[in-house]
């Protein structure tokens, strides 16, 4: 998404995924970036990007391995630590 940024999917996205919240994000789309922060509307959906201070190490160890062709989700722990930024 970002060139030369680590990104993963987080926040709504992916609770809603992990079943933690009830709501489920249509046509829209956050992930935490190592770039810089915000919100694109294209023609699919909004992307949010919400800046993460983050060292590469620490997004690999704190997102999963997933068998779709996107972005690593987070784990769930990871989860609330975003959602506290």
Known sequence: MRAGEFNYTSLEC???EWGVISQVP???LTF???G???VFRT???TIECTHAKRTAADIVRKSVL???PRLRPATAPAEYRDLAI
């Open 14 to 16: 992916v609770l809603s």
């Open 26 to 28: 249509v046509q829209y």
């Open 36 to 38: 810089r922060k915000g």
């Open 32 to 34: 935490m970036t190592t």
């Open 66 to 68: 997933s068998d779709q």
């Open 43 to 45: 023609s699919y959906g």
